[in-house]
């Protein structure tokens, strides 16, 4: 079973619609993101979250929203799609070595959306 | 502002014909330095985190090399299944600076 686990795998949507993209991990990481790919523009950070209490902007949060519900679970919510929403959705997990360094990110499968 | 550049966008390679992938960063502070892999709908696949200037890693076909404004990704003798988009991707900054700052990618067609 994957490690790092997302649904809906793709989705189309109309203009306005509330969407709720969901992660699941079975790595035991502390840390999960969200990111967005777009063709040209490469991956860009939305949220990130260190724990169930602590979450954090990104880069690009502005009509997104998160829930950390658990460790192991964090979504991500359009409130009102819109057509350049319409993107590659990546949730990523990480882990704090022991020695201090900062660790790889651990990505799931992706989710296509299409806001029509 | 982080920057990363990847080049090329686009390479076509031979089977067995060696080559290299290239990554050049303007950072505050370098904390680390990772290679993934990304196949066609599918997402980033983890292939070499480094931290310092001089070195490297190596993982079959595949050996990343870092210096302090750049990191190359050498393949050698590539085979049909190593074609992907290959991203760099630096975390920088100070104390609880976390985030990862991304190239676009350089897609890898290795023709048999």
């Known amino acids: 079973d994957a490690d790092v686990t997302q649904t809906p795998r793709n989705r189309i949507t109309k203009t306005g619609k509330r969407i709720m993209l969901e992660c699941s991990q079975t790595k035991g990481h502390d840390r999960m993101y969200w990111y967005r790919q777009d063709p040209g523009l490469g991956l860009r950070l939305i949220y990130y979250?260190?724990?169930?209490?602590?979450?954090n902007k990104g880069e690009i949060s502005d009509g997104y929203s998160v829930s950390r519900q658990a460790q192991a679970k964090f979504s991500l919510s359009l409130e009102s799609a819109i057509p350049n929403q319409t993107a590659l959705y990546f949730c990523?997990?990480?882990?704090?070595?022991?020695?201090?360094?900062?660790?790889?990110?651990?990505f799931g499968p992706g989710t296509r959306l299409t806001v029509l | 502002e982080d920057q990363v550049t990847q080049s090329p966008e686009a390479l076509r390679l031979q089977e067995g014909e060696s080559s290299s992938l290239n990554c050049s960063y303007t950072v505050s502070g370098l904390r680390g330095l990772f290679w993934y892999r990304q196949d066609p709908g599918k997402g980033p696949e983890f292939l070499f985190t480094?931290?310092?200037a001089g070195e490297e890693k190596e993982k079959e076909r595949l050996k990343a090399t870092l210096t302090k404004k750049e990191s190359f990704l050498h393949i050698t003798a590539p085979k049909p299944e190593d074609s992907a988009t290959y991203l760099c991707a630096v975390q920088a900054g100070g104390a609880g600076s976390y985030q990862l700052t991304f190239g676009k990618g350089t897609k890898l067609s290795v023709i048999p």
């Open positions: 990523a997990t990480s882990d704090l070595t022991s020695g201090g360094a900062y660790n790889e990110q651990f």
């Open positions: 979250s260190f724990d169930v209490k602590d979450i």
């Open positions: 480094l931290y310092s």
